[in-house]
């Protein structure tokens, strides 16, 4: 259970307010922390995650002796005074080099972390790249690729891309223009190595550039900027599932009301489902044809008087139809 706190005067229970959830959540704000020893990688990559992230994101340059693992005390302690959920600290040591921890909190509590390894040999940051940055504010496309995402079964790499969702989505919009697709983040993780090695996370960040076409549907090319990561899964903290649920709580007239027979499917079309009643063939409409017309009401009397025989004159013709019937001669 979450600790309580009694307001002791009216400026305390106006800031107590302030945090209590929404209904629609404010964006989250992201923390960069530094430990006491931090390689100039960390650094760089710490400054460049901010750079994504802003302007939802704080950058601390002071450093700090913080254990994330061993003691999250101090790291509940930036989240609740900062009032933010998400917090990246980075460190460097011989047994961890170039260690980004990713935390995740909820009501000033520790939710689950998780260590990711740079790897060194094929960091790139973002200074490296040259050309034109995407702009300040920008939400980006997220791109998981391989089967380690899709598995069912919670692990490593379903908590990391739960992870990475939550850090680079930015705020809720309800309108999008194309102009402001810019930013492409892929993530990519293949096979695990045939002696039981986890497979790497290879992080890449994309500029989408649209270009005349000479048609009316410009053409889309993509330029690297960076920075460039592949990360190594370390530790791993799963949340509490008590925690949990109440971190997946929804406030009530948050979520649409389920309308009957209406469904959407993968691709986000509209689906409806209609039910027809009993049909009646007697008052079906049908095709009119001229031969199933009924006579009219004269004609008709004057064939009915004229018996079911058919007249016919003397000069060979049926006095009914108006048509000539030719007998056969007789041999005198």
Not at 268 to 283: P, W
């Amino acid at each position: 259970m979450l600790r309580q706190i009694k307001p002791k005067n009216t400026r305390s229970k106006r800031e107590l307010a302030k945090r209590e959830p929404l209904s629609h959540e404010n964006p989250k704000t992201t923390l960069f922390l530094r430990g006491t020893t931090t390689s100039s990688l960390v650094k760089h990559l710490l400054s460049d995650f901010h750079s994504l992230k802003r302007p939802f994101g704080v950058l601390f340059n002071k450093k700090n002796s913080i254990h994330p693992f061993e003691d999250a005390s101090s790291l509940e302690f930036f989240s609740q005074k900062n009032d933010s959920s998400l917090l990246l600290f980075g460190s460097h040591s011989k047994k961890r080099p170039h260690c980004l921890t990713w935390v995740r909190c909820f009501g000033g509590q520790v939710l689950d972390m998780m260590e990711l390894y740079v790897v060194q040999d094929t960091a790139r940051t973002l200074i490296q790249f040259k050309g034109q940055k995407c702009k300040i504010g920008v939400k980006p496309l997220l791109s998981f690729s391989g089967s380690q995402f899709e598995n069912p079964i919670a692990n490593q790499y379903t908590l990391a891309k739960s992870m990475f969702v939550d850090f680079f989505r930015g705020g809720e919009t309800q309108t999008i223009d194309v102009e402001g697709l810019q930013l492409l983040i892929s993530f990519f993780a293949g096979e695990d190595g045939p002696e039981g090695e986890r497979a790497q996370i290879h992080m890449r960040c994309w500029k989408i550039v649209t270009k005349r076409s000479g048609q009316k549907v410009p053409r889309v090319e993509v330029e690297e900027i960076g920075p460039r990561v592949d990360f190594t899964i370390g530790r791993i903290k799963e949340a509490d599932e008590a925690l949990r649920k109440q971190a997946m709580k929804v406030a009530k007239g948050s979520e649409a009301n389920p309308k009957k027979n209406v469904e959407t499917d993968i691709v986000g079309d509209k689906v409806g489902r209609i039910h027809l009643g009993k049909q009646d063939l007697a008052a079906l409409q049908t095709r009119k044809m001229k031969g199933l017309k009924r006579l009219k009401r004269g004609r008709d009397e004057h064939t009915d008087s004229g018996g079911d025989s058919d007249s016919i004159s003397a000069n060979g013709e049926d006095e009914s139809s108006g048509a000539g019937i030719k007998r056969p001669k007789l041999d005198e």
